[in-house]
């Protein structure tokens, strides 16, 4: 430490420091005491001056003249921070172990290229594996339109070229402060509106654009990068050019997508995730796409066989029931009536099939869907992303063509499960149909029979005033208000409105206040009352008619009836 006026002390620490690790050095100096305190990593110790004078030794107000950091030829400093104040205690320690991590991966550089090409990084080895893991590395993919003086109006495209002549004629600086030649050719370097472009040929970052043919970019030309290359580095090399990474995705940039491909190993799913971000006038709108495929193997898929075998031979016996009472129907002669009767035996019977076609479907791709995720993995797993010999561009290409057998098991999936979703909803239906069978269970289907007529012109009242008031919204606020920006976004506003909520923005702007008050008093208070009112109108009328019924009993005393039916026929051979 030199200091104005006086000698120079050193204070060593080759005891203090660990060889070949990193170190973090903080030293404090008290000018009103005769103490040093040093801290080395998260410990400190307080050292005296030989001579028992301040270190500065100084007049008041006068701080340091300087300090030499001196070591040997195998030692490497990083950056000297000064501060104006000390630092706590706990902050030293707190700035050691935050930056412990990173100096651990990050030791600085060798002291000759042979040594750094050979020196390798301590790993800490996580306790428990990973429960799924990459099987391709992140990408992203954009996709841009092109600078044009063309504009989608004529006085924008009039007004953008007459601001590029003022600017051309204007004046002219003197070296090295004139214009580049490029800006005098053109308006596109300063000025210019976009279009879509189809032009493979352009180049982005020293690449070309390749054709996407699965997920949301499908169809569109997109320059692909790797997401970690892209986003950690500040500068990127290519062609021999730097280029800043910042400037990866700018105001041409359309759309960019990222993408990932996840396998969960003990859950035997393999997941395709997908998010991106349109960026159009401004706007920004995201969109998530994730899609899984799975595999059972073991007691997982013995269970789920169980199941689909279960429920096969459910669909089997009432096949048969169907049947059967197909040939009563013959028997009696009433197979060629059309009547309620006859079309809920068709419904059954389609439906029993239906089952009976899911089911086996279903037990077949639980048998082969294994083999089917293996051959897809190791189809996707070929695709050489650490060869430099091969551009990123043919890899993206490989990489996709391996996802179109995921692209074929996710269509197939969905097919299956809009199929199964058909059959749960008609399932659903004959449920609630079986329902009228006693008059005190029926009450849902006679009340919705009941006010058939009054609830279908109720139903057109209702789409007419709910559209009209949609129509006006968008056209007030769909400029002004998010919210009212697509009739889809409005319509679900007043949807929420009619369950009880109000928008924000109430009580701020007249118009708004307006439309939202007409709307709350003409849908709410209103039309869900005549709703109600029908409904209750109804289910008086269908109580009515029970209570008149002479044949009518309670429920589970008609089901003891039938049971003692039942029996004296079997005993006594009475017939129906």
Same mark, same amino acid.
């Given at each position: 430490?030199?200091?104005?006026?006086?000698?120079? *002390?050193?204070? *060593?620490? &080759?005891?203090?420091?660990?060889?070949?690790?990193?170190?973090?050095?903080?030293?404090?100096?008290?000018?009103?005491?005769?103490?040093?305190?040093?801290?080395?990593?998260?410990?400190?110790?307080?050292?005296?001056?030989?001579?028992?004078?301040?270190?500065?030794?100084?007049?008041?107000?006068?701080?340091?003249?300087?300090? +030499?950091?001196?070591?040997?030829?195998?030692?490497?400093?990083?950056? +000297?921070?000064?501060?104006?104040?000390?630092?706590?205690?706990?902050?030293?320690?707190?700035?050691?172990?935050?930056?412990?991590?990173?100096?651990? $991966?990050?030791?600085?550089?060798?002291?000759?290229?042979?040594?750094?090409?050979?020196?390798?990084?301590?790993?800490?080895?996580?306790?428990?594996?990973?429960?799924?893991?990459?099987?391709?590395?992140?990408?992203?993919?954009?996709?841009?339109?092109?600078?044009?003086?063309?504009?989608?109006?004529?006085?924008?495209?009039?007004?953008?070229?007459?601001?590029?002549?003022?600017?051309?004629?204007?004046?002219?600086?003197?070296?090295?402060?004139?214009?580049?030649?490029?800006?005098?050719?053109?308006?596109?370097?300063?000025?210019?509106?976009?279009?879509?472009?189809?032009?493979?040929?352009?180049?982005w970052f020293g690449k070309r654009p390749i054709t996407i043919g699965f997920g949301h970019l499908e169809g569109y030309l997109a320059y692909p990068e790797y997401?970690?290359?892209?986003?950690?580095?500040?500068?990127?090399?290519?062609?021999?050019?730097?280029?800043?990474?910042?400037?990866?995705?700018?105001? *041409?940039?359309?759309?960019?997508?990222?993408?990932? $491909?996840?396998?969960?190993?003990?859950?035997?799913?393999?997941?395709?995730?997908?998010?991106?971000?349109?960026?159009?006038?401004?706007?920004?709108?995201?969109?998530?796409?994730?899609?899984? +495929?799975?595999?059972?193997?073991?007691?997982?898929?013995?269970?789920?066989?169980?199941?689909?075998?279960?429920?096969?031979?459910?669909?089997?016996?009432?096949?048969?029931?169907?049947?059967?009472?197909?040939?009563?129907?013959?028997?009696?002669?009433?197979?060629?009536?059309?009547?309620?009767?006859?079309?809920?035996?068709?419904?059954?019977?389609?439906?029993?099939?239906?089952?009976? $076609?899911?089911?086996? &479907?279903?037990?077949?791709?639980?048998?082969?869907?294994?083999?089917?995720?293996?051959?897809?993995?190791?189809?996707?797993?070929?695709?050489?992303?650490?060869?430099?010999?091969?551009?990123?561009?043919?890899?993206?290409?490989?990489?996709?063509?391996?996802?179109?057998?995921?692209?074929?098991?996710?269509?197939?999936?969905?097919?299956?499960?809009?199929?199964?979703?058909?059959?749960?909803?008609?399932?659903?239906?004959?449920? +609630?149909?079986?329902?009228?069978?006693?008059?005190?269970?029926?009450?849902?289907?006679?009340?919705?029979?009941?006010?058939?007529?009054?609830?279908?012109?109720? $139903?057109?009242?209702?789409?007419?005033?709910?559209?009209?008031?949609?129509?006006?919204?968008?056209?007030?606020?769909?400029?002004?208000?998010?919210?009212?920006?697509?009739?889809?976004?409005?319509?679900?506003?007043?949807?929420?409105?009619?369950?009880?909520?109000?928008?924000?923005?109430?009580?701020?702007?007249?118009?708004?206040?307006?439309?939202?008050?007409?709307?709350?008093?003409?849908?709410?208070?209103?039309?869900?009352?005549?709703?109600?009112?029908?409904?209750?109108?109804?289910?008086?009328?269908? &109580?009515?008619?029970?209570?008149?019924?002479?044949?009518?009993?309670?429920?589970?005393?008609?089901?003891?009836?039938?049971?003692?039916?039942?029996?004296?026929?079997?005993?006594?051979?009475?017939?129906n």
């Amino acid at each position: 430490v030199h200091r104005p006026g006086g000698p120079s *002390e050193m204070v *060593e620490l &080759k005891r203090k420091l660990s060889p070949n690790d990193w170190s973090q050095i903080a030293v404090v100096f008290n000018g009103r005491t005769s103490e040093l305190t040093l801290f080395v990593n998260a410990e400190y110790s307080t050292i005296t001056t030989s001579s028992g004078k301040t270190w500065p030794s100084t007049t008041s107000g006068t701080f340091l003249q300087a300090v +030499v950091i001196s070591s040997g030829a195998k030692n490497l400093f990083g950056p +000297v921070e000064l501060r104006s104040e000390a630092l706590l205690i706990k902050t030293c320690q707190e700035l050691y172990y935050r930056r412990l991590g990173t100096m651990v $991966l990050r030791q600085g550089p060798a002291m000759t290229d042979a040594k750094r090409m050979t020196r390798t990084v301590k790993y800490d080895r996580q306790a428990f594996s990973a429960p799924g893991f990459l099987l391709a590395p992140p990408l992203l993919l954009q996709a841009r339109t092109q600078k044009t003086s063309e504009c989608s109006t004529s006085y924008a495209t009039w007004a953008l070229n007459k601001k590029w002549l003022d600017i051309v004629k204007g004046p002219v600086c003197d070296t090295p402060f004139q214009r580049a030649s490029d800006i005098r050719n053109s308006p596109l370097p300063l000025l210019s509106c976009s279009k879509d472009t189809h032009d493979e040929t352009i180049e982005w970052f020293g690449k070309r654009p390749i054709t996407i043919g699965f997920g949301h970019l499908e169809g569109y030309l997109a320059y692909p990068e790797y997401l970690t290359s892209s986003m950690q580095v500040p500068m990127q090399v290519r062609n021999g050019e730097s280029l800043d990474s910042d400037g990866l995705l700018d105001t *041409e940039t359309r759309m960019a997508s990222v993408i990932m $491909l996840l396998l969960a190993p003990d859950a035997g799913l393999l997941s395709y995730l997908q998010i991106t971000a349109s960026l159009a006038h401004g706007d920004v709108q995201i969109e998530i796409d994730y899609s899984q +495929v799975s595999a059972l193997e073991g007691a997982a898929m013995q269970g789920c066989l169980a199941v689909q075998i279960a429920a096969l031979l459910v669909a089997f016996v009432l096949l048969m029931n169907n049947w059967y009472t197909i040939r009563l129907l013959r028997r009696g002669n009433r197979c060629c009536l059309l009547s309620s009767e006859l079309c809920l035996l068709i419904f059954d019977l389609l439906l029993n099939i239906g089952l009976v $076609l899911y089911s086996l &479907k279903r037990s077949i791709d639980l048998i082969s869907m294994s083999d089917q995720l293996l051959a897809l993995v190791e189809e996707v797993m070929q695709t050489p992303w650490s060869d430099k010999a091969i551009n990123l561009s043919t890899k993206t290409n490989m990489f996709f063509e391996g996802l179109s057998a995921f692209e074929s098991l996710l269509n197939a999936g969905l097919q299956e499960r809009r199929y199964s979703l058909a059959l749960c909803w008609a399932t659903l239906l004959r449920v +609630v149909q079986l329902t009228s069978a006693h008059p005190r269970t029926a009450m849902l289907v006679n009340t919705f029979l009941k006010g058939l007529d009054d609830l279908w012109h109720f $139903l057109l009242l209702f789409l007419l005033m709910f559209s009209a008031f949609g129509l006006l919204a968008r056209a007030l606020f769909g400029t002004l208000r998010r919210e009212f920006y697509t009739l889809t976004s409005t319509f679900v506003v007043q949807f929420h409105m009619m369950l009880g909520s109000i928008p924000d923005g109430f009580g701020l702007d007249a118009e708004q206040t307006i439309y939202i008050l007409l709307f709350v008093f003409t849908m709410y208070f209103f039309v869900v009352n005549f709703l109600l009112a029908i409904i209750v109108e109804a289910y008086l009328e269908v &109580k009515r008619d029970v209570e008149l019924s002479e044949v009518e009993q309670g429920f589970f005393t008609d089901v003891k009836d039938m049971l003692v039916l039942m029996f004296m026929r079997a005993r006594y051979g009475f017939h129906n």
